[in-house]
């Protein structure tokens, strides 16, 4: 069982709809990220929050936008998506010191029509 | 720039036989390494971090992983392999990017478990 969870696991839209995906973590981790996984490659970084503001941004495209509403809480609001962004996203979250890991969730699997 | 390469995209091995997968560094501080795991469908588990504490490092799952500045290695090992084992397993370093800590991935190892 993973101690971060994301929700949902699945998702189907289509470009024009409007979603967000939503991770939750009670460890008292104060860094949160976002990652993008394509099928058969790493993750690739996308955001990285530190004490609720936003520390790290790698280019991602303005379809996507994050949130953290809370010390818990991490959602990635999603609209006008292209068919490449089909992917698993990932969320993990860190206590701490640079030598403490990254813990992370199952993703959600998201699919665009 | 800070840096992981490994080699080998898939790695086979019989049920029992040794794990052996490669990570290669490239870093001008000490570096944090991590390994983790993914198994289909999840997401990344932690199976182990070096930290500079030391070298010969034991994880989860009987894995461990030895440091080698010398060689700039941080190699995965498993004395014997269990089907449950099939799986990709990625090396990651920590990286600073304005202050902030983020991980670098490498490309991957699939590794295939038979009996």
């Known amino acids: 069982d993973t101690e971060v969870t994301q929700t949902p696991k699945h998702l189907v839209m289509g470009m024009t709809n409007k979603k967000s995906l939503k991770c939750e973590q009670h460890?008292?981790?104060?860094?949160m990220y976002w990652y993008k996984q394509k099928a058969k490659k790493p993750p690739e970084l996308m955001f990285v929050?530190?004490?609720?503001?936003?520390?790290i941004n790698e280019s991602v495209p303005s379809r996507f936008s994050p949130e953290c509403p809370n010390s818990s809480l991490l959602n990635l609001h999603l609209h006008a998506l292209q068919p490449e962004d089909s992917a698993l996203y990932l969320c993990?979250?860190?206590?701490?010191?640079?030598?403490?890991?990254?813990?992370f969730g199952d993703g959600t699997r998201l699919s665009i029509l | 720039a800070q840096s992981v390469t490994q080699l080998g995209s898939h790695v086979s091995v019989s049920e029992g036989a040794l794990v052996l997968l490669r990570c290669n560094y490239s870093?001008?501080?000490?570096?944090?390494l991590f390994w983790y795991v993914q198994y289909p469908n999840q997401g990344l588990q932690l199976l182990l971090k070096?930290?500079?504490?030391?070298?010969l490092v034991k994880g989860i799952n009987g894995f461990e992983a030895e440091f080698k500045k010398s060689e700039t290695s941080f190699h995965l090992t498993k004395p014997s392999a269990h089907m449950s084992d099939a799986a990709e397993y990625f090396c990651?370093?920590?990286?600073?990017?304005?202050?902030?800590?983020?991980?670098?991935f490498g490309a991957g190892t699939r590794l295939a478990v038979h009996p």
């Open positions: 993990a979250s860190r206590q701490g010191p640079g030598h403490q890991p990254q813990h």
């Open positions: 460890m008292g981790h104060r860094a």
């Open positions: 929050y530190s004490y609720e503001k936003l520390s």
């Open positions: 870093s001008s501080v000490p570096p944090y």
């Open positions: 070096y930290t500079s504490a030391a070298t």
């Open positions: 990651a370093v920590r990286v600073l990017s304005g202050g902030y800590n983020k991980l670098i």
